[in-house]
């Protein structure tokens, strides 16, 4: 098993060659699905790190893109470990950044991994108004929709989303998971939503246990 707090150090310090160098042993020793997934635990960690340094001028926007570009570099590294030998779908997702906010490296990423265990994704795109999500639900009839949002306003945008599927009658046929930076337990409950996470390997997880 590969050093996770070297790899979330790597990931961290944006060194691509130490990253990608670590990875490669990774691999070579075929990990268990598990083990994938706690290495892209590991990465996430370090893109927090990316995201403090982010904050305190530290590190630029070109950095917080390149970190992304890393992370889904590490992903596309470990989806074949991840995805198993199995080609059946597991269930289905509609997934979208709320209305006003159009951040998608957390949903990219969570589509990604939620692809890799086997759900088929349908990826709406950034800045998706309650409506979309609506009518997505009532065309694909998915078991899980995941909203993302990285403002505070998205909140918000989430609440009134979670408002329309109630609305339309379409509520108690889905689990709604929502993530991103400014979501907590408090807003979760405020949404209305199933679950929360800010770690997309955490997310999946939980969408795991939701078709099981």
Not at 66 to 83: D, Q, V
Not at 165 to 171: F, K, Y
Not at 175 to 203: L, M, Q, R, S
Request: aromatic residues 6%; charged residues 25%; negative net charge.
């Amino acid at each position: 098993m590969v050093d996770l707090q070297a790899v979330a150090q790597a990931m961290g310090e944006l060194d691509e060659e130490r990253l990608k160098e670590l990875l490669a042993a990774f691999v070579a020793g075929k990990p268990t699905a598990e083990e994938a997934m706690q290495v892209i635990s590991a990465c996430q960690e370090g893109m927090a790190v990316v995201g403090e340094l982010f904050e305190k001028e530290e590190y630029f926007v070109g950095d917080l893109i390149f970190s992304g570009e890393l992370l889904m570099g590490a992903i596309n590294m470990l989806k074949p470990f991840i995805s198993g030998s199995t080609a059946e779908k597991i269930g289905s997702i509609v997934l979208g950044t709320v209305h006003g906010d159009i951040h998608d490296i957390g949903k990219n990423i969570f589509k990604n991994m939620s692809e890799a265990a086997g759900f088929e994704v349908h990826d709406l795109g950034i800045d998706q108004p309650p409506s979309a999500f609506v009518e997505k639900i009532k065309e694909v009839k998915p078991a899980i929709v995941g909203m993302s949002g990285v403002l505070t306003l998205a909140l918000e945008s989430m609440k009134e989303t979670v408002e329309a599927i109630e609305a339309a009658g379409l509520r108690n046929g889905v689990k709604i998971i929502i993530g991103g930076n400014p979501v907590t337990k408090e807003a979760c409950a405020y949404i209305g939503a199933d679950a929360f996470t800010n770690n997309a390997a955490e997310g999946v997880k939980i969408c795991q246990g939701w078709v099981k």
